[in-house]
T-cell receptor, first 113, second 114 residues
């Protein structure tokens, strides 16, 4: 089954404790992105990757890091989480090309206290 | 630069009534347009998309949308909604050609009332 898998689904952590949210896709997609979803703000892109070892900042990259060492994986790293990073996070992948459909993971609800 | 405006944050509608969810976009280049749906506790999934050709696009679950270039709109419609249509709906836009960032609107929550 074609899917994007994120882990964990729920996470509560404390300020400053490094964490990683994993994302893996099995569709051999070139493009992958991370978004955060906040009430009234919709989805905002954090980082994206056009292929292995090619990443770039989205609209709200501050406080986040990513890596793309393999085509299928695109982890999101919060090196020193803060309460304003409490949010619902989505990973998405899509084939190369402008009009292609994005496939989303189930989401990770992160709470930083 | 491109942007998407979904003016209605919430739309309540009675079951079996018609519904229209509004989407307006802004872009300096040719665009591709999408509607995604998010059911509770799930990720987004594609409802329909407009790339070119006929301006009336049909999607899954009986939804359709019409691309109107002069009004820069891409409104989503369904003639008769069901309880199962209760979800949040996102309009999205991307430029055509090469890698283009997808910009999402702020979403419209459709609440279907029994």
């Amino acid at each position: 089954e074609a899917q994007v898998t994120q882990n964990p689904r729920y996470l509560i952590t404390v300020t400053g404790k490094k964490l990683t949210v994993t994302c893996s896709q099995n569709m051999n997609h070139e493009y992958m992105s991370w978004y955060r979803q906040d009430p009234g703000l919709g989805l905002r892109q954090i980082y994206y990757s056009m292929n292995v070892e090619v990443t770039d900042k989205g609209d709200v990259p501050e406080g986040y890091k990513v890596s793309r060492k393999e085509k299928r994986n695109f982890p999101l790293i919060l090196e020193s989480p803060s309460p304003n990073q409490t949010s619902l996070y989505f990973c998405a992948s899509r084939q190369q090309g402008a009009g292609t459909e994005a496939f989303f993971g189930q989401g990770t609800r992160l709470t930083v206290v | 630069a491109q942007s998407v405006t979904q003016l209605d944050s919430q739309v309540p509608v009675f079951e079996e009534a018609p519904v229209e969810l509004r989407c307006n976009y802004s872009s300096s280049v040719s665009v591709y347009l999408f509607w995604y749906v998010q059911y509770p506790n799930q990720g987004l999934q594609l409802l329909l998309k407009y790339l070119s050709g006929s301006t009336l696009v049909k999607g899954i679950n009986g939804f359709e949308a019409e691309f109107n270039k002069s009004q820069t709109s891409f409104h989503l419609r369904k003639p008769s909604v069901h309880i199962s249509d209760t979800a949040e709906y996102f309009c999205a836009v991307t430029g055509s050609g090469g890698y283009q960032k997808v910009t999402f609107g702020t979403g419209t929550k459709l609440q279907v009332i029994p």
